[in-house]
């Protein structure tokens, strides 16, 4: 079982208390497809990805980026038990959606990078330190049902 | 994944846009890399201080830093420009290249944070690959 220190608990809880879902979600979702554009083979029925303005234009992405910054917030509010939370989530990654699980990392460096944007000097190190490592726990669980 | 004239362009222009700052970003890059990852506090066993301000950390972020910001100047031949640093890393330095990864990564994170207007996702595309590329480069002579 994953351990949270009171400090870790307060810095993710600050983070996504700030957060606007739709604007995070949106804007890691499209620097994903644009700087790994591989991770685009997964979304072939989302409309036009043909460069980097119609993807960061691109409404079905925008609305799929709010569904996963959704989907983190399941994991903060069970942060005692993300392994089990995304049990059914890291099934259907593997077995319906055949995503590489590398990917996930892929994602997960992109939401640091505009998180970081949209914090600037308030994301120092030891916030950096505990968001990682929350990122590094929600990979880890999305990835562990693959078989 | 080589570097098209468009992302030279881009890389260029970045990189004039920050390169005034490259002892804060070279410090918050190092001192990231070394407290979010601890695994490659290793290679730093010489200095007593590795604390986030320590002025080592300062001063050796931004070597790695300019080297990196510098090299656009080699842009057109990386492998043949950093020969003798790749050298250096690999003979004497000895680093295990996966940790170039993860200064890449915080070096990314840094420009995001420093740069949130101008590190846009088509200028972050192009400065990866370049890092990439800095990478292959470091490594030429491992092995």
């Known amino acids: ?147 | 994944m080589s570097l098209t004239d468009k992302d030279k362009a881009l890389i260029k222009g970045f990189f004039a846009k920050v390169s005034s700052k490259a002892v804060e970003i070279g410090h918050q890059t190092l001192a990231r890399t070394i407290v979010v990852y601890p695994q490659t506090k290793v290679y730093f066993s010489h200095w007593k201080d590795l604390g986030p301000d320590s002025p080592n950390i300062r001063k050796h972020g931004y070597t790695v830093v300019k080297g990196v910001l510098d090299s656009v100047d080699l842009i057109d031949d990386l492998v043949g420009g950093l020969l003798e640093l790749s050298e250096l890393h690999a003979f004497r330095l000895r680093i295990d290249p996966a940790n170039f990864k993860i200064l890449n990564l915080n070096l990314v994170v840094v420009l995001g944070l420093m740069f949130p207007d101008d590190f846009t996702p088509q200028v972050h595309v192009s400065v990866d690959k370049y890092l990439a590329l800095i990478c292959l480069a470091l490594c030429e002579k491992y092995r």
């Open chain 1, 1 to 147: 079982m994953v351990e949270w220190t009171d400090s870790e608990r307060a810095i993710i809880n600050g983070i996504f208390s700030n957060l606007d879902y739709e604007e995070i979600g949106r804007k890691s979702l499209c620097r994903c497809l644009i700087v790994y554009p591989w991770t685009q083979r997964y979304f072939g029925g989302f409309g036009n990805l043909y460069n980097a303005e119609t993807i960061l234009c691109n409404p079905l992405i925008a609305a799929h980026g709010t569904k996963i910054l959704h989907g983190l917030d399941r994991a903060l509010k069970n942060m005692d038990d993300i392994k089990n939370t995304y049990a059914e989530l890291s099934l259907l990654h593997s077995d319906k959606l055949h995503v590489d699980p590398d990917n996930f990392r892929l994602l997960a460096d992109c939401l640091t990078v505009v998180i970081a944007a949209k914090m600037g000097p308030a994301f120092t190190v030891d916030t950096q330190v505990a968001w990682q490592k929350f990122l590094s726990v929600v990979v880890s669980a999305l990835g562990r049902q693959y078989h």
